[in-house]
T-cell receptor
Framework: KQEVTQIPAALSVPEGENLVLNCSFT??????LQWFRQDPGKGLTSLLL?????REQTSGRLNASLDKSSGRSTLYIAASQPGDSATYLC????????????FGTGTRLQVFP | DGGITQSPKYLFRKEGQNVTLSCEQN?????MYWYRQDPGQGLRLIYY???????QKGDIAEGYSVSREKKESFPLTVTSAQKNPTAFYLC??????????FGPGTRLTVL
């Protein structure tokens, strides 16, 4: 069974800290790995997409890495701000079935002033 | 102003009633998707459509139905056969295998 796991489930940190959110997946045959942000009661917003052939992607204070051999991806948030408070979800698109994204259960982040 | 919209934002269903959730996109995307989100369980795929007049079951299709008569529209009907429909429903569209773009969601509550 294809599974995607995210640790920790919840995280509360003071403003300014650098953060690492973890995503692990059981099947390393991936097409791409995606990170999304979800604000409470809202839809998902795409943050970063890492293709299978890539090791990392960066956007502003966000950096996502991919290690297929170990089945892991990490999302690094630099200098966290209260506006970063949201749930972060990773999702895996399989190499042999690009029809369906498999989502993790998310990490709920709270950054307090 | 391109995007994907869902309506209504909140929906209440009585026992034994069918309800339909709307999803519209003007992004010219071929593929559209419906997900269900429950607390602590992430997103689960209900149905998806790669092209007009064609759709496939996802992981939890029982009690749901869809149609894809137009490229822009992919409505989801929650039937009375769905015994636990209270959840947050999200629609998405994409040009596979690129990233999916999500609507704002519909929160369905059973009275």
């Amino acid at each position: 069974k294809q599974e995607v796991t995210q640790i920790p489930a919840a995280l509360s940190v003071p403003e300014g800290e650098n953060l690492v959110l973890n995503c692990s997946f059981t099947d390393s045959a991936i097409y791409n790995l995606q990170w999304f942000r979800q604000d409470p009661g809202k839809g998902l917003t795409s943050l970063l997409l890492i293709q299978s052939s890539q090791r990392e992607q960066t956007s502003g204070r966000l950096n996502a890495s991919l290690d297929k051999s170990s089945g892991r991806s990490t999302l690094y948030i630099a200098a966290s701000q209260p506006g970063d408070s949201a749930t972060y979800l990773c999702a895996r698109l399989g190499a042999y079935n690009t029809d369906k994204l498999i989502f993790g259960t998310g990490t709920r982040l709270q950054v307090f002033p | 102003d391109g995007g994907i919209t869902q309506s209504p934002k909140y929906l209440f269903r009585k026992e034994g009633q069918n309800v339909t959730l709307s999803c519209e996109q003007n992004l010219n995307h071929d593929a559209m998707y419906w997900y269900r989100q429950d607390p602590g369980q992430g997103l689960r795929l209900i149905y998806y459509s790669q092209i007009v007049n064609d759709f496939q079951k996802g992981d939890i299709a029982e009690g749901y139905s869809v149609s894809r008569e137009k490229k822009e529209s992919f409505p989801l009907t929650v039937t009375s056969a769905q015994k636990n429909p209270t959840a947050f429903y999200l629609c998405a569209s994409s040009v596979p295998p690129d990233t999916q773009y999500f609507g704002p969601g519909t929160r369905l509550t059973v009275l």
